[in-house]
Structure formats: structure tokens, C-alpha cells
């Protein structure tokens, strides 16, 4: 059985009933580099009109600044899938992506034996 979800259409096992290739017409790689940490937001500007459900769940998603991982976890899809959307939508200028934040480096002894204790306690 076939059920409507918010997020998208789920069949009884809460797989989707699209499969990721037919999401991403085929294309297995996306035009603009992106890393599963970078960030996407809406621009506000229009997109090219009419929009494929996937491409809208995935504008709809970007209202907020989120990352590639976060939205792939959200649509349910591969990351490379969920890249391959983003991408068209940078492309039509409804998102705008920013490439991650360089690591501050490792963090310190202390910090990692304060959460090393936080754990225990839990």
C-alpha cells in the first residue's frame, strides 16, 4: 500500500516509491561542488517555474540555511541524489551554497575529558 507522507511518498516500509535515479534523471554527478557539510539557503528568486516534487521538497527545505547532509537525510535520498538537486536549483538561482567552515582544529585535552565525563555520567 502506497501512502502520502509529508515528506514525500512512502510505501508501507517508508521506502520511496521514486527510486534516486529517476529523482536525478539518470545523472549520477552534480554540476556544482558540493561536500555533505556545505551549507544551502533560498535566494527568494524565482526558479524556472514549474518545479519536479523533489526539487520543491528540496527548495522547501532550503527556506533555512541547512547542509547537503540535512536535506539528503530530509528527502530521504542518497546524498549524491539529494547533490544533484541541489545543484539544479543553484543553477536556476533558487539556492545559494557556501562551502563548509575550516575545522578550528583538533579540540582540546580538556574539552574531550569534560565530554569523556559528560558521557560516563550519562
Do not use: F, N
Not at 15 to 31: K, L, N, Q
Not at 32 to 53: C, H, I
Not at 92 to 114: C, D, K, N, Y
Amino acid at each position: 500500500m502506497t501512502i502520502p507522507v509529508g515528506e514525500g511518498w512512502l510505501d508501507g516500509d517508508s521506502a520511496r516509491v521514486v527510486r534516486p535515479y529517476a529523482v536525478t534523471g539518470g545523472r549520477t554527478s552534480p554540476r556544482a561542488e558540493l561536500d555533505l557539510m556545505s551549507m544551502v539557503v533560498a535566494t527568494g528568486a524565482g526558479s524556472r517555474g514549474y518545479l519536479e516534487p523533489d526539487h520543491a521538497q528540496a527548495l522547501t527545505l532550503c527556506r533555512r540555511p541547512a547542509s547537503v547532509a540535512e536535506i539528503a537525510a530530509r528527502l530521504r535520498l542518497p546524498a549524491v541524489a539529494a547533490k544533484v538537486l541541489l545543484s539544479d536549483l543553484a543553477d536556476w538561482g533558487a539556492v545559494r551554497t557556501a562551502p563548509p567552515l575550516p575545522a578550528a582544529g583538533p579540540p582540546s585535552h580538556q574539552l574531550l575529558e569534560r565530554l569523556l565525563d559528560a558521557l560516563q555520567r550519562l
